[in-house]
């Protein structure tokens, strides 16, 4: 099996270095980036199959980069946060990242996310889907993870996480999907009753099928979320 790449983007080089160890001996290639600057060099000449970006560091700080990385990218991204306050959480959320975990984290279950993450992008929903699936107005291309908006032919590109929960959706089109189906789906792990990052995953979905009154995705009260329209599968 083909070694996966993580970048690590910390100005904490005693963190740097204890992860690289970690997820080394898990059997990872690990490569770290103290700032921006030294991220976007590494960039140049590796492909990460996932990258671990802090929020806090001199410079641009995460969420700025975590935003440039989406306008190119769609490698699945753990921001890093050494507060506990929701927004920071939710803020990097919309800017495009696949998960979050504080500063207070165990090795382990950092571990456990980036396996999920992984696991996720190659053996998703997706892939149980034919090449072309319509709903609505739109139309997914699993394979480049592209949505066309079939009267423009206008089409924007999905992150790993954003095409997993559309797939799951039209998987179980016009079916109630709980906050915990969800979560599972996309984290591997049941969603805090208070945690609002499924309501941010959900709110991203909705823009990028240009959702405002929220009828293709309804919202079902105190049970879930449903996909409205039925699809049709073409190879």
């Known amino acids: 099996m083909e070694q996966k790449q993580i970048l690590v983007v910390d100005d904490n080089f005693e963190l740097r270095d204890a992860l690289t160890e970690y ?14 600057v030294a991220m976007w060099k590494l960039l140049e000449s590796n492909t990460p199959d996932l990258i671990i970006l802090d929020i806090m560091m001199p410079g641009d700080d995460g969420f700025t980069l975590c935003q440039k990385l989406r306008r190119t990218s769609d490698t699945p991204i753990i921001m890093l946060t050494a507060v506990t306050e929701e927004t920071d959480r939710v803020a990097g959320l919309e800017m495009g990242a696949d ?8 090795p382990r279950e950092l571990l456990a996310r ?8 190659h053996s ?3 892939t149980q889907l034919a090449r072309k699936v319509t709903l609505g107005e ?3 291309d699993t394979v480049t993870r592209q949505l066309t908006h079939l009267p423009s032919k206008t089409t924007k590109q999905l992150s790993g996480s954003d095409l997993s929960l559309l797939a799951l959706f039209i998987t179980k089109a016009e079916s109630i999907l709980s906050r915990d189906d969800i ?12 945690e ?5 995953q959900i709110s991203r979905l909705r823009h990028h099928l240009e959702d405002k009154d929220r009828t293709l995705i309804l919202t079902v009260r105190n049970q879930g979320y449903m996909l409205t329209t039925g699809v049709q599968y073409e190879r």
């Open 138 to 140: 739109w139309q997914l």
């Open 124 to 126: 998703s929903h997706s």
């Open 99 to 106: 998960d979050y975990i504080t500063k207070s984290f165990s």
């Open 23 to 36: 997820l080394g001996r898990a059997g990872f290639s690990v490569i770290g980036a103290e700032n921006g």
């Open 183 to 194: 979560a599972r789906e996309i984290w591997g792990r049941e969603a805090d009753p208070f």
């Open 114 to 121: 980036i396996k999920t993450i992984l696991r996720r992008s």
């Open 196 to 200: 609002r990052g499924i309501d941010v």
